[in-house]
């Protein structure tokens, strides 16, 4: 798939870096929207990500790129919340709109500290407040070692698994006057296949918050150290986590003939920052940090996405300034080897 990938989009006149990282890691990074869109592991094509499969021929792949909608290419993206004011042109009204200048256009390219970084000065109108903001948003991407590889007690599981990852570094910056600064938060997300598994460790059981749809409650075990969702249900849902109850760690758990696949996401949760995120239905619910998407749209795909938030702009010593690091783990082997990893990681019995 990242040979497949990376043709086509070459043939389609798109351009692309790769990356790969000391421990051979390789990164299919499209500058257009600054999407990881492949991870595959050391001497591997396949991807764990998702990718739309319209990317695998150059002439659905040119068309997808010049069509008048979302161009949604699948990966690791990031957005910015909250979507009430970003996505929605006017906060009253139920016309959603992809921004192009932040997710449908070139962001500049530059290898920087043993690793890649794609950046672009943006305009954004904000609808609620009702004025555009200008702002920079920056991504390193950088090696991420094997989390477990000093457990000395999983050098057999381990033995058999393939792994991948990187770091991001996230960073957005308001380039007005600091007295203006908006409530907008980095907001990055990954889409992975259908029919698996979202593992998410918390303190304690929040009743998860329901933003659209509505997930099969048979689909959804909410244990006391743990929230497990089984992405096995068609339509399009959505719940969101308060940043106070997530332990800043999540897991997608799938199988695909045999072979079993996990990818987990590190992330920092600051309770004490400002989470921004909303609904329409409850624009006075703040708090909430990670998310759990099901997309299951003829004109988008189908697929799942782990969604975490960074606290937004605002706090000091830099008010104008957030900065946010996370990594992207990846394994795949058999089902007992892949257990204990999420048993580790996630706590995931």
Partial sequence: ????????????????????????????????????????????????????????????????????????????????????????????????????????????VRRAGGGIELSRRLTLHLARPNRDVELRLTKWLGPAAHPLRHERDLAGPLSGIRYAGYTQRTTLEFLGSPAETPALGIWNLVQLPPGGEMLVPWYAPVAPQTCFGRMPPASVRIEDRLLRVRVDFPGSHKIALRAAAVCGRAGYLWERGGQWSLVVRNFFVNPSGEYVDVQKHDPDDLGYGFQICRVDEPEFGSFCELEYHAPALGAPPDPARSDDLSQVWAFAGDDQSIAAVARRLLGAA
């Fill in 1 to 108: 798939m990242f040979s497949v990938l990376a043709r086509a989009l070459g043939e389609a006149g798109q351009a692309i870096e790769t990356y790969q990282s000391p421990d051979g890691s390789r990164l299919l990074v499209l500058p257009y929207g600054a999407r990881v869109l492949a991870l595959a592991a050391p001497d591997r094509d396949d991807s764990f990500f998702w990718a739309n499969p319209l990317l695998q021929e150059a002439g659905t792949a040119r068309a997808l790129f010049t069509g008048p909608g979302w161009h949604n290419t699948g990966g690791d993206r990031t957005w910015l919340a909250p979507e009430l004011d970003v996505f929605f042109p006017d906060a009253k009204a139920d016309r959603y709109v992809q921004p192009r200048a932040l997710d449908m256009s070139p962001y500049a």
